[in-house]
């Protein structure tokens, strides 16, 4: 049963930097064709992919944020950490963590996201 | 503003039919068949629906179905039930290690 559970900050201030981690079970990020990613919603709007890490520590980014986000992983822990530098109130969201696989067959990531962490609320206020 | 289109709100009556669209452009859904459908209940995390186009993770209902048409994707909801109402978004990789999502869409069963 594969599980993932969003920890940090539920308060930053504005210029602050983020930090998130994800830990999760039932999976390993030591093992061929895995990955873990990081999604956000602000209150009542639309999702946002933030980034994606793979088993192999091949990083992804959104390129509009790609200048403050850093992910990296700790398979011992099974734990994926996000950061995100320079804070402000527009990212006001929840987080989310989320399972993704990368087929090692055909080379190629079907970029999707098939478990869910519950979420984690991040407010950026002064 | 979100990178793909999605209609704000659709709705129907049980039983019925509804299909969703999702817009994009020839850079990401029209380029790849790597669309995916999430279901999102109010203040839940969302739910694979549909992955590549129009596969369905197991445990999903066949009632669940995705298609593209240049570059839209739809996903069409038959024997609307009552548990369907939900947000709905569409998701779609972009070139470049990008993914974006669309606007969502409010599913409301009448």
């Known amino acids: 049963q594969i599980t993932l559970k969003e920890s940090g900050p539920t308060l930053v201030k504005p210029t602050q930097t983020l930090t998130l981690t994800c830990t999760f079970s039932g999976f390993s990020l030591s093992t061929s064709g895995v990955g873990v990613g990081w999604i956000r919603q602000p209150p009542g709007k639309a999702l946002e992919w933030l980034a994606l890490?793979?088993?192999?520590?091949?990083?992804r980014y959104s390129p509009s944020l790609k200048s403050r986000l850093t992910i990296t992983k700790d398979t011992s822990k099974n734990q994926v950490v996000l950061t995100m530098t320079n804070m402000d109130p527009v990212d006001t969201a929840t987080y989310y963590c989320?399972?993704?696989?990368?087929?090692?067959?055909?080379?190629?990531?079907?970029?999707?996201?098939?478990?869910w962490g519950q979420g984690t609320l991040v407010t950026v206020s002064s | 503003q979100s990178a793909l289109t999605q209609p704000a709100s659709v709705s129907g009556s049980p039983g019925q039919s509804i299909t969703i669209s999702c817009t994009g452009t020839?850079?990401?859904?029209?380029?790849?068949?790597?669309v995916s459908w999430y279901l999102q209940h109010p203040g839940k995390a969302p739910k694979l629906m549909i992955y590549e186009g129009s596969k369905r993770p197991s445990g999903v209902s066949n009632r669940f179905s995705g298609s593209k048409s240049g570059n839209t994707a739809s996903l069409t909801i038959s024997g609307l039930q009552a548990e369907d109402e939900a947000d709905y978004y569409c998701?779609?990789?972009?070139?470049?290690?990008?993914?974006?999502f669309g606007g969502g869409t409010k599913l409301t069963v009448l």
């Open positions: 020839s850079s990401d859904i029209g380029s790849y068949n790597l």
């Open positions: 989320a399972h993704s696989l990368y087929d090692i067959l055909t080379g190629y990531s079907p970029w999707y996201f098939d478990y």
């Open positions: 890490i793979y088993w192999d520590d091949d990083k």
């Open positions: 998701c779609s990789y972009a070139s470049s290690s990008n993914v974006v």
